[in-house]
């Protein structure tokens, strides 16, 4: 018994599933403006910049700014990346420890930064 039969008969099965697959209904993608890859890898550099801020501001114990920085970045639209998000994390848990040690040695402003940050929560 010759191969070459077998082999053209599997042949057409395989390539009569691909033109039936292939001509299935498919799905329309719709690109919206805000997930054009420039404007996400905008969005990510200003969730960088952000982020430096925050971390900046929380550094020279202006923890106002440092809690209305780590809110913009947290509601912010668009993706964040895995490193963005870890480093969010991380400084959002830095924040809250020092704004605790602040408000338990009597800052007023870390106490009124605090407030603001629960509120956020809401």
């Known amino acids: 018994m010759s191969r070459q039969p077998c ?4 042949s057409g099965l395989v390539f009569a599933g691909v ?12 690109t919206t403006p ?18 430096m801020e925050a971390e900046a501001a929380m550094q020279a114990r202006n923890y106002d700014k440092a809690v209305d920085l780590m809110i913009v970045f947290q509601q912010q639209p668009g993706p964040k990346n895995a490193e963005q998000s ?22 007023p402003a870390a106490r009124a930064a605090g407030e603001k940050l629960r509120r956020s929560f809401r």
Do not use: H, N, S, W
Request: with cysteine; hydrophobic share 45%.
């Open 7 to 10: 082999f053209r008969a599997l």
């Open 19 to 30: 033109l039936i697959a292939g001509c299935g209904k498919k799905e329309e993608t719709v």
């Open 86 to 107: 870890g480093t969010a994390a991380k400084q959002m848990q830095k924040l809250q420890t020092d704004l605790a040690r602040a408000v338990a040695v009597g800052d």
């Open 34 to 51: 805000a997930a054009t890859a420039p404007q996400a890898a905008g969005q990510q550099i200003l969730a960088d910049g952000r982020l």
